[in-house]
């Protein structure tokens, strides 16, 4: 058994300037996410959103106007998915489809009908829906039904269904210019109402969308993390919000030109298309390991079945404690237990949102010298851990510590690149 700290890395900020469809630029500084380490992460003229591939940790995105659909890799390298025909308003999305595999692209040009294409990510395109009115943000759930925004201008907005079979139904009302659409951990439907800068909800069997939080600025586009917090990309002031599962509102990042799409990889990244500058931006939360250890006591080995602590199939349990102490003179925040390996099909058992394997997180209790969610100098805090066991033989466990130093910083000089 073994119990690890990796090293992690930083990157320094990067500067760009912006102009916008005809807006006078907007003077900004360089984008900041606080206990973040934000960095340009591809060009791309005109990205009109950002969505993730978990199988493969692509990321897609798209020029609006040109229609260049583009993939970009893990390590940056970009390529070419399709060309669409240049339309003379754009396309929004693209969005990526887990269940079929495909790609979904709004085309709101009023010379070409507005449709939703559907795309393979070897560069096949087909009409899959047709006769939205001006279809926008794009979404789908777990079913493969995908859910299309109409942002027409006009209040009320609607949203709309489209079964796989490409069967269009009314799905959610009372709206005004909805945008950003995504699914929360609850499974109801989250938009970015920009006629009312407001986050409005929808339960998942649809009806009249409610207010579930407001104070906004143009909310174009919406994300959750793995712990249910929903974040907002806010076009016209360049910042992004996070919003708690409660609807309690906070400032996140500030210093973007025109934010368009937000979107988590699996672990923990964030990647914000900036369509004033051009840029797909990287923010990687700050690897706090040089500032604490990581001291397991003993464990304690289970084997026996109990379908209430683990999921069928699994022979027992690994259960142990470690203690994390600040052994730098900084104080430490938003501690976060990230899981980089868990081998033989093993799961963390109290990992947020339940078992996960590679990509899982624990949130550290509020607890012992944590209690206020502050682990000042000296101070340790012990964290449970409770692994689910597929088999009887040795495996690895691999994790890092996540957080923020001194509320603004993420000792960069502490790390290196790459």
Known sequence: MNVITT????????????????????????PII?????????SIALPRGVTFDSSTGNLFTMDRDAGTVFQIAPTGAISTVTDLPDLSVGYVGPHFDPVSGNLFVSEFDSHAGST?????????????????????????DSGGNLFVSSFTHLCPGSIFKVTPGGEISPFASGLCDPDGVVFGPGGDLFIGDRGTNRIMRVPSAGGPATEFASG????????????????????????????SPTGVVSPFGNGFANPVGIVFDTSGNLFVADFGADLI???????????????????????KPDPTVCP???VGTFSFEARLTNISESSLTDLVVAV?????????????????????????PQEDGFSEGVLSSDEFVDVPFIICLTQRRPFQFFVDVLGIVDASIHAQAKYTYP
């Open 7 to 30: 090293t992690g890395s930083t990157i320094l900020l990067a500067v760009c300037s912006v102009v916008f469809m005809g807006v006078p630029p907007r003077a900004i500084a360089d």
């Open 281 to 303: 931006y990287k923010a990687q939360q700050g690897v706090v390991n040089d500032f604490v250890t990581f001291d397991p006591f003993p464990a304690t080995f289970t084997f």
């Open 116 to 140: 939703v294409l559907q795309i393979t990510t070897d560069g096949v395109v087909s009409v899959f829906a047709s006769g939205i009115p001006s279809p926008h943000g794009l979404t789908t």
């Open 312 to 314: 069928a199939g699994f």
């Open 34 to 42: 606080p206990g973040y380490t934000v960095t340009p992460f591809a």
């Open 340 to 364: 980089t390996t868990l081998t033989n099909g093993n799961l963390l058992q109290n990992a947020h949102g339940g078992p996960g394997g590679v990509s899982s997180r624990l949130t550290v």
């Open 216 to 243: 906004f600025n143009n909310p174009i586009a919406v994300t959750f993390d793995s712990m249910g917090n929903l974040y907002v990309a806010n076009f016209d002031d360049g910042t992004l919000s996070k919003v």
